[in-house]
């Protein structure tokens, strides 16, 4: 029974870094019904922008700045060249318009800073330690307490702040916003920014983890049952969900692994989420939509 | 002035459900094919077979099939590369288990091994659908690559899960020149786009038409959701797995589970958008160019920047380019290539006149 806490609670902390990349998916979906698939590319390149100016002798706090501000104007100029021309085409176009920016932000990212896989230390030690007989990553906590505070954060960002009511009310209906004078551009524009801040802070996580390499942005792929499983368009979905794949995955890799061969980590959460959405097509938290004629 | 099809009536039923109807463009059509399989091989060289028409046109019926699901059934799917695998390490088994088997009715049976792979993959597109359902076939894209890689059995246990194409014989004739590969791949790829090209007409294809523009609006008027769906499924599957035998028979010889990956999946289905939906022509058209541009980006680099270039930095900026034409393409001409070409069809009717 030990192992299978430990193997359980390894694997939600995990799915933390799981719900992490996720979050950035949601975000995006819910102000602007794109879905973005480049939110792995950005999460790369967050990481090895921070990594390749602390390299160059800016200290920590000035790289962080500075690679908010290069998000924050990659968010601009994806807002500006990308989005506001393809306003109102069909989801697959947009689909479409996200994996070509996936292939140019990994060409600039690896093209500015080299494709060397550069290490990234936080400071951060990844000592493990016991509670009752089941270890723990101290690592994994300190993810998991990241996670949280920026939940935290961002829900007290939606609700009590001028520019967080403003995302809501496009997530809810972009007409009816429209209609009462929120500038949907200058919307998008910051919910762009925002992904990109939380691209940012799980590129951080999974680079100290894993270096920063190219493989963050395949990584990131598992995001997207993640989020299939939570629903699209809700923010508890991305946590709840990527708790729930890590935890899942874990326990398949362990107890499943061994009769189906091993490696069964790579597509079973897709499989997963897959057999749930049969039962539950829109997701855990997604929202129901009648379809009429 | 040439273009024109004054005088053409069509008198009969016949002739008004003819593919071409007009009368240049079955003539175009006929010396298309004739340059294509009498003058391509007496005239080309090597690297015009093997590094660019055999690949072509082996992607071209690839994303037929996606052009299939996606442009006329409005199914999205991430699982192309997938299916493609299927075909062709199930052309890989049969050659190597039932070798009295002969070749074409081998490629057949694998085409139907991916079609009916496709279609239990497909089950879930009756409760979800547009982006839910591409998420969902991201399963079958890594589902086949593990499945491959992990079980020996289906690479004849060699080590690293590379298969090694058997030698190909048609009726006693050894498909081995590169000559020979490219009538063969052209052979079938014709016979298939024409199959496509008459499908998509019939009332299969009015019907995935249909689920594809509503499909509560179709199931109201009495289409069959069930039998739809899955029929794309499989349909396109069975293009993607012939597509998959040809690569590894054909074209590359020698592949490893691996070259079937998420990336391929993506390249082709960026063939589809690129080329335009719901097109057989654009599928031609989308494999063509994006099979040419990066040659082209690597030679136009080449001239403007010669060696002054840090190595490694070329693949990087190849990458961004494309990426950025995919993004230019989408402005521009969300309907892709096939959409210039009937634009521009129609301006050579009227040519030189301006109505």
Same mark, same amino acid.
């Given at each position: 029974m030990h192992f299978f806490f430990e193997v359980l609670i390894g694997g939600l902390l995990a799915g933390v870094m799981y719900s992490l990349v996720a979050l950035g998916f949601v975000l995006i979906f819910k102000a602007s019904g794109v879905f973005n698939f480049a939110q792995g590319a950005m999460v790369l390149f967050a990481a090895l922008t921070f990594v390749s100016l602390e390299e160059r002798g800016l200290p920590r706090w000035a790289a962080l700045l500075a690679t908010l501000a290069v998000m924050v104007l990659l968010a601009l100029v994806i807002e500006r060249v990308v989005l506001r021309p393809l306003v109102n085409q069909p989801a697959i176009s947009l689909l479409m318009a996200t994996i070509g920016l996936t292939f140019c932000i990994e060409g600039l990212a690896q093209g500015a800073w080299g494709s060397v896989v550069k290490g990234l230390d936080l400071g951060i030690p990844d000592n493990t330690f016991e509670v009752q007989g089941v270890l723990i990553s101290q690592f994994d906590l300190f993810a998991a307490t990241v996670a949280g505070l920026l939940v935290g954060v961002l829900a007290l960002f939606f609700q009590y702040t001028r520019v967080g009511r403003a995302l809501r009310a496009v997530a809810d209906d972009h007409q009816a916003a429209l209609s009462v004078g929120i500038p949907l551009q200058y919307i998008w524009a910051v919910v762009w920014a925002v992904a990109g801040a939380v691209a940012l802070v799980a590129g951080l996580l999974w680079g100290s983890r894993?270096?920063?390499?190219?493989?963050l942005s395949v990584i990131a792929l598992k995001a997207l049952p993640v989020i299939i499983l939570g629903g699209f368009t809700s923010i508890a979905g991305a946590i709840v969900g990527g708790l729930i794949i890590g935890a899942t995955e874990k326990l398949a890799e362990v107890y499943l692994g061994p009769i189906l061969g091993g490696g069964i980590e790579n597509w079973f959460p897709y499989v997963f989420a897959l057999l749930f959405l049969l039962v539950r097509p829109e997701g855990l938290f997604g929202e129901k939509r009648i379809e009429r004629v | 002035m040439f273009y024109r099809e004054a +005088?053409?009536?069509?008198?009969s039923y016949h002739a008004d459900q003819r593919i071409f109807p007009i009368r240049q463009d079955r003539l175009a059509m006929g010396a298309l094919l004739l340059v294509a399989f009498v003058g391509v091989p007496l005239f080309g060289n090597e690297y015009l077979f093997s590094a660019l028409l055999i690949p072509w046109l082996i992607l071209s019926l690839a994303t037929l099939g996606l052009n299939i699901l996606t442009g006329y059934a409005g199914q999205l799917s991430l699982g192309t590369a997938g299916f493609m695998a299927v075909g062709g390490f199930a052309a890989f088994n049969f050659q190597l288990r039932t070798p009295q088997i002969p070749l074409l009715v081998n490629f057949i049976l694998s085409g139907l091994c991916a079609a009916a792979v496709g279609t239990a993959f497909g089950l879930p597109s009756l409760r979800i659908k547009g982006l839910y359902l591409a998420v969902a076939t991201l399963a079958s894209q890594f589902f086949i690559e593990w499945l491959f890689t992990r079980f020996g059995w289906f690479s004849d246990h060699s080590s690293s899960g590379v298969i090694t194409a058997q030698k190909m014989v048609i009726a006693g004739i050894g498909v081995d020149t590169p000559v020979r590969r490219y009538v063969f791949v052209l052979s079938i790829v014709s016979v298939l786009a024409l199959a496509a090209k008459n499908l998509v007409r019939s009332r299969a294809g009015r019907a995935w038409m249909a689920v594809r523009d509503m499909d509560v609006a179709a199931e109201v008027i009495g289409i069959p959701m069930l039998r739809t769906k899955l029929s794309a499924f499989a349909v396109s599957s069975f293009y993607c797995g012939v597509a998959g035998a040809l690569w590894v028979?054909?074209? !590359?010889g020698s592949v490893e @589970?691996?070259?079937?990956?998420l990336d391929r999946s993506f390249q082709i289905l960026t063939m589809v958008i690129i080329g335009g939906m719901g097109s057989v022509l654009g599928s031609f058209l989308g494999a063509g160019f994006i099979i040419l541009l990066p040659l082209l980006l690597q030679s136009t680099m080449q001239r403007v920047f010669g060696n002054a270039l840090? @190595? +490694? !930095?070329e693949p990087n900026i190849e990458q961004f380019v494309f990426g950025a034409l995919i993004i230019f393409f989408l402005i521009v001409? @969300? !309907?892709g290539l096939a959409r210039l070409w009937s634009v521009a069809k129609e301006k050579l009717r009227l040519w030189p006149f301006p109505h």
């Open positions: 894993l270096g920063v390499q190219f493989a | +005088g053409q009536f069509r008198t028979f054909a074209y !590359l @589970p691996q070259a079937f990956d840090r @190595p +490694g !930095l001409e @969300p !309907l």
